[in-house]
Nanobody, 114 residues
């Protein structure tokens, strides 16, 4: 079955950086769009960034210029480099894979202190 395993969350001060990783198994990674979503307390889950199988990329406006999504096929892994973090980036971040269906990771907490 499809598994998405995330790592890299944690606590960081405002202005700091974190890198999230998500390794996929049980899916044809090279044909799969990969993305990162986040959900803050009391808010809906929102798309943060997505990279398609053809490496087209979209970002939510609030992270443009600060976050970078990338994928490394040899490791079936997608990354989210997060720089200049702000308290409003605090959320649970979820890895997503789209190939015919949506698949989700378990989520990793990112907390940015002011």
């Amino acid at each position: 079955q499809v598994q998405l395993v995330e790592s890299g969350g944690g606590l960081v001060q405002a202005g700091g950086s974190l890198r999230l990783s998500c390794t996929a198994s049980g899916i044809a990674f090279s044909f799969t769009s990969m993305g990162w979503y986040r959900q803050a307390p009391g808010k809906q889950r929102e798309l943060v960034a997505e990279i398609t199988s053809g490496s087209s990329i979209v970002y939510v406006d609030s992270v443009k210029g600060r976050f970078t999504i990338s994928r490394y096929g040899a490791l079936n892994t997608v990354y989210l480099q997060m720089n200049s973090l702000k308290p409003e980036d605090t959320a649970v971040y979820y890895c997503n894979a789209k190939r015919h269906l949506d698949y989700w990771g378990q989520g990793t907490q990112v907390t940015v202190s002011s």
